[in-house]
């Protein structure tokens, strides 16, 4: 799901685990979020799903942490790199990545421990799934759909570098046409009707000297 940035990518996935429950989904999910953005995820479940009993895996005490009736399970990409060990042990329903972009790397630590973890479904959201080169592409659909695009080394001939070194537009078509029934992206343009009226307003601040430079 790569919808821009403030189009709802957290409550239309919030809205999919309701209705995979309410249809007798049975075993748990777990969504892993920046640090920054596991307590919104626990907010914003609360608030439009607050028939889920959720649990947050996180931070100092986890150890003692009692998920056994959780059906969401709210973690960090760096808990799930240190506890890699026990969380792959699990099946889960869902697999929900948030700011996938940060497994843009696949030889991380962090990427390789996200790959292991087990699920019946598959979601990355990220309103930039590309932010460096068509090697981000790689990474996230290698935890979507492994093998998908084989090895890195075929990705590189036939996609990555004729279309960033000789802008190859067969390749290219190719690509688009491959990815297309995966990817689900809306733009704020495509949107804009339904989007309440932009507010600006421009504040001036004068700077004290100490923050004054030359």
Not at 28 to 35: D, E, F, N, Y
Not at 140 to 166: C, D, H, M, T
Request: proline residues 5%; glycine residues 6%; without cysteine.
């Amino acid at each position: 799901l790569a919808d821009e940035m403030g189009l709802g990518k957290t409550v239309q996935t919030i809205a999919l685990l309701r209705k995979a429950y309410a249809d007798g989904m049975k075993k748990p999910s777990i969504v892993v979020a920046p640090k920054s953005l596991v307590f919104n995820w626990e907010s914003e479940l609360r608030r439009f799903a607050p028939e889920l009993p959720l649990a947050i895996y996180y931070g100092t005490g986890r150890e003692t942490a009692d998920f056994s009736d959780a059906r969401i399970i709210i973690t960090s990409y760096a808990t799930v790199r240190i506890d890699i060990d026990l969380l792959h042990t699990m099946e889960f329903g869902f697999v929900i990545l948030d700011e996938s972009q940060i497994i843009k790397n696949s030889g991380t630590k962090t990427t390789a421990a996200v790959l292991r973890l087990k699920a019946s479904h598959r979601i990355a959201l990220s309103g930039t799934p590309i932010e460096n080169n068509l090697g981000d592409m790689y990474s996230l659909f290698k935890f979507l759909n492994p093998g998908f695009f084989g090895s890195v080394a075929e990705f590189r001939r036939k996609y990555q570098i004729p279309i960033e070194l000789v802008n190859d537009e067969d390749a290219l078509h190719d690509l688009k046409s491959r990815i297309y029934p995966f990817i689900l992206r809306r733009t704020k343009r495509s949107v804009l009707p339904d989007l309440p009226a932009k507010t600006e307003q421009v504040v001036f601040v004068e700077l004290e000297p100490e923050h004054l430079v030359a």
